[in-house]
Nanobody
């Protein structure tokens, strides 16, 4: 059974930082693209960032550009989301996502596998 497991969520003050981690089985990480979505209560899950495993190319939602950085370590089957300059508006459940790559689309990820989610809360 494929599995994505997130960690690193928590409570931080506005302006602070968190680093989320996602670990997965090799089969799951063989997925072409890995990313992060987040979900606010009562809302659809929204794209945050993704990274293509083959070449490391990345994409970000406008709301997090310049603040969040996604990176991957294939040897560890791990993807990270470094979140800096956090805002209260970033408060959400963050989900690691694996899926297909869709060139020319935004976001260029077709979700197929979801982690359990990790809560990020930013206080003001």
């Amino acid at each position: 059974q494929v599995q994505l497991v997130e960690s690193g969520g928590g409570l931080v003050q506005a302006g602070g930082s968190l680093r989320l981690s996602c670990t997965a089985s090799e089969r799951t990480f063989s997925t072409r693209i890995i990313g992060w979505f987040r979900q606010f209560p009562g809302k659809e899950r929204e794209f945050v960032a993704c990274i293509r495993r083959s070449d490391g190319s990345t994409d970000y939602a406008d709301s997090v550009k310049g603040r969040f950085t996604i990176s991957g370590d294939n040897a560890k089957n791990t993807v990270y989301l470094q979140m800096n300059s956090l805002k209260p508006e970033d408060t959400a459940v963050y989900y690691c996502v694996g899926g297909g790559y869709s060139s020319g689309s935004y976001p260029p990820i077709q979700p197929a596998y979801w982690g359990q989610g990790t809560q990020v809360t930013v206080s003001s």
